[in-house]
């Protein structure tokens, strides 16, 4: 079947990195997305993948392998405020273009 | 100033009352979606809707009815709220073409007693 898994919470230290994982099931995978969401806030969209490698946007980088089914988002020099949710989201050609989301992964920074 | 603007921000219904939640975008995005959060399940798909009168269910339907009679218009309904209906609710939008991220407005917190 379809889906998205990502773990529910992930703890790391300020000035140091957070790797945020994500695997998905998908019959016709067309694009992943990740978002960034604070408490009470709306999603934010963060980047979108959809060739396999691994995608340098400075702070937030994105990694793809599409025969394994993952992705993962890394965030190096973390500091307090990057602490939030992380959702991860899959296209499928095959159902009418819609998103599939991830539960989410809760990042906390500690200094 | 490209946007998603949903009102009202906050809502308490009583069980079997009526609900209206609205949405608006200003960039003349073909594609809107009504999405539920809830924790622990992360963002559902209520509806999708592909233009005016273009709509189609998303994964958990029941309960709820869209409309959108202009593109940068699209409104959820609920008709006779339950109590399990309890979530916030997230309109979002985007053009055409499936490399397009979705634009999320603020959310409509419900709550059904």
């Known amino acids: 079947g379809q889906g998205v898994e990502q773990p529910a919470k992930l703890m790391s230290v300020e000035g140091t990195f957070a790797r945020v994982n994500c695997t998905y099931s998908t019959s016709g995978f067309n694009g992943l997305s990740w978002y960034q969401q604070r408490e009470g806030q709306a999603p934010v969209f963060l980047s979108y993948v959809v060739l396999d490698g691994l995608k340098d946007s400075g702070h937030f980088s994105t990694f793809l392998s599409r025969s394994n089914g993952y992705s993962y988002l890394l965030l190096t020099e973390l500091q307090i405020k990057d602490s939030a949710s992380y959702l991860c989201?899959?296209?499928?050609?095959?159902?009418?273009?819609?998103?599939?989301f991830g539960q989410g992964t809760k990042l906390s920074i500690k200094p | 100033d490209m946007k998603v603007t949903q009102m009202p921000r906050y809502l308490i219904k009583r069980m079997g009352e009526n609900v209206l939640l609205e949405c608006g975008q200003d960039?003349?995005?073909?594609?809107m979606y009504w999405y539920r959060q809830d924790p622990g399940l992360g963002l559902q798909l209520i509806y999708i809707s592909y233009d005016v009168d273009s709509n189609s269910e998303g994964d958990i339907p029941k309960g709820y009815r869209v409309s959108r009679k202009k593109r940068e218009h699209f409104s959820l309904i609920l008709d006779s709220a339950k109590t399990n209906q309890t979530s916030v609710y997230f309109c979002?939008?985007?053009?055409?073409?499936?490399?397009?991220?979705?634009?999320f407005g603020e959310g409509t917190r419900l709550s059904v007693l």
């Open positions: 989201a899959v296209r499928d050609r095959y159902n009418q273009g819609k998103l599939i």
């Open positions: 960039m003349s995005h073909e594609t």
């Open positions: 979002a939008s985007s053009p055409q073409g499936n490399n397009q991220a979705p634009l």
